[in-house]
């Protein structure tokens, strides 16, 4: 997985070159602008970095301090960020960008470079509450290695809309979860806290699929879209992982009921079409 990325990025900067409830702050007002020569400038510190990924320890850690510290001022002084589409660093996977469908929350994440075969990943919230625009960045807690968010699924409910976030996590080359979240906005503040599934025995705020990625390395889509989500039926599908890791053929079904995502069947689907 850490290789395709790796991949990924060469071919396309080689190209372009010849991202509890969580309060966040209110940004400074803009107007929608072209930010496409600071985009270019963040390219460039990302591949710096890149460069220097197992060759230079030293330099590594204030290179990944300097790109963080740039696309961080630069969201967070920039609102009109929330509906920009950043195909540079999209399109060379330097930052992976999951937007909502009614474009109001957005997560920008990105690999620091700073572990070997586990990845640490930082990531910055952006979101519309009534009339502004917010930006969180969230601390980080030890060693711990957070999660790229690759798709950001909308679900409304009367006066509140739920966020269905899809993360994922590396702690190997071979052992990676991927995970469903509900995050909501409350009072102008992140709340990923609501329990939105329920299973038999008890509600779950988020449902996590730890798996053996050598199972699946032969799937053409990244990221690796394990989690799949019918918007049409409300329906979550959870794929079934063996207990030595083997992602199989079969998916955990949730459907939304008004309130909640309840577990209806288990079933055996290629999950495609989804």
């Known amino acids: 997985m850490k290789y395709l990325r790796?991949?990924?990025?060469?071919?396309?900067?080689?190209?372009?070159?010849?991202?509890?409830?969580?309060?966040?702050?209110?940004?400074?007002?803009?107007?929608?602008?072209?930010?496409?020569?600071?985009?270019?400038?963040?390219?460039?510190?990302?591949?710096?970095?890149?460069?220097?990924?197992?060759?230079?320890?030293?330099?590594?850690?204030?290179?990944?301090?300097?790109?963080?510290?740039?696309?961080?001022?630069?969201?967070?002084?920039?609102?009109?960020?929330?509906?920009?589409?950043?195909?540079?660093?999209?399109?060379?996977?330097?930052?992976?960008?999951?937007?909502?469908?009614?474009?109001?929350?957005?997560?920008?994440?990105?690999?620091?470079?700073?572990?070997?075969?586990?990845?640490y990943f930082d990531n910055i919230y952006q979101y519309k509450s009534g009339d502004k625009i917010y930006f969180l960045h969230p601390e980080k807690d030890g060693d711990d290695s957070e999660a790229f968010y690759s798709e950001i699924f909308t679900i409304k409910t009367g006066s509140r809309t739920w966020y269905l976030v899809v993360g994922n996590t590396i702690s190997s080359t071979k052992d990676a979860a991927q995970f469903i979240r509900a995050v909501t906005i409350e009072n102008n503040a992140v709340n990923d806290t609501g329990k939105l599934f329920r299973t038999k025995t008890k509600s779950l705020n988020e449902i996590y699929v730890a798996f053996d990625f050598f199972s699946v390395v032969d799937r053409p889509e990244r990221p690796l879209k394990l989690i799949k989500y019918d918007p049409d039926k409300r329906i979550v599908y959870i794929p079934v992982v063996k207990e030595e890791g083997k992602v199989t053929d079969k998916f955990i079904l949730y459907q939304f009921n008004g309130q909640y995502f309840e577990h209806i069947l288990t079933e055996k689907t290629s999950g495609e079409n989804r």
Not at 47 to 55: A, D, E, I, M, T
Not at 98 to 119: E, K, N, V
């Open 6 to 119: 790796i991949i990924y990025f060469l071919v396309f900067y080689m190209v372009a070159t010849s991202c509890h409830s969580k309060s966040g702050e209110e940004t400074a007002k803009d107007e929608p602008g072209d930010f496409k020569e600071m985009e270019t400038d963040l390219l460039r510190t990302y591949s710096k970095l890149f460069s220097l990924y197992q060759h230079d320890n030293d330099s590594l850690e204030t290179q990944s301090d300097l790109f963080s510290g740039k696309l961080v001022g630069f969201i967070k002084n920039n609102p009109a960020t929330l509906n920009y589409p950043f195909h540079q660093l999209k399109d060379s996977n330097a930052v992976d960008i999951a937007t909502s469908s009614d474009s109001l929350f957005r997560i920008y994440s990105w690999d620091t470079w700073l572990g070997g075969t586990m990845h």
